[in-house]
């Protein structure tokens, strides 16, 4: 005797991740649900609820889910290149929706907190160190940001004529560093202080004063100002 195998369409529709976020909102479902929407099928022997639990439960969570390429998700059983795909897709488009969502609420930089809170979930994705300038102008407001330097998983080279030759394009009267450390690590490095000091001590030359340096990681940030490595 075969192995009978019940599909989501056979389940009660109060127990279906797409009836459910249609009738009570997507809120309400889990990280695994939402997921099987996305997959929106699953195998002969794998529901595509099943899948999703077994990627989540497989990859640590929905923060080292969201960070794998398309060709390591597709290596899954059951997630082929377009299904990868669309996850990769899913996991982009709702970090920039909380980056703009943040924008939107929250124009005038503040602190640290205010720059992590709009620009920090994108870089939270990313498997690569990454170093972004942020252009303030003379309220304060952050209009444009860039990515300088792509660098290894474990160092970013950044050089001061990368960081200020956009500042100087585009007006800015101050400037922010960013980059995030794919580890997750929080704590600042030899090579991340040592940048720092490069960039201040330059953007006093060009009357572009540096404000900071933040690093994201898996946990949260750190600023390189609040620590006192820009005293």
Known sequence: MGVMKTTMKEWPIDDRPREKLIQHGAEILSHAELIAILLRSGTTSCSALDIAKQ???????????GKMTT?????H?????????????????GARFHEVLQLNDTLVITGPESIAK?????????????CKVILLNRAHHAYRDMNISVGSISASIVHPREVFKPAIDYLASAIILMHN??????????QDIDITHTIRQAGEILDIPLLDHI????????SLREQGYME
């Open 181 to 190: 450390h794919p580890s997750g690590e929080l704590k600042p490095s030899k």
């Open 118 to 130: 709009v620009y920090g979930e994108r870089l939270r994705l990313l498997n690569k160190e990454v």
């Open 215 to 222: 690093i994201i990681g898996h946990s949260g940030y750190v």
């Open 55 to 65: 990627l989540l439960s497989g990859h640590d969570g929905l923060l080292q889910l």
């Open 77 to 93: 059983h059951g997630i082929g290149p377009a299904k990868a795909a669309t996850l990769s897709a899913a996991f982009q488009l």
């Open 71 to 75: 060709g390591a998700l597709s290596k």
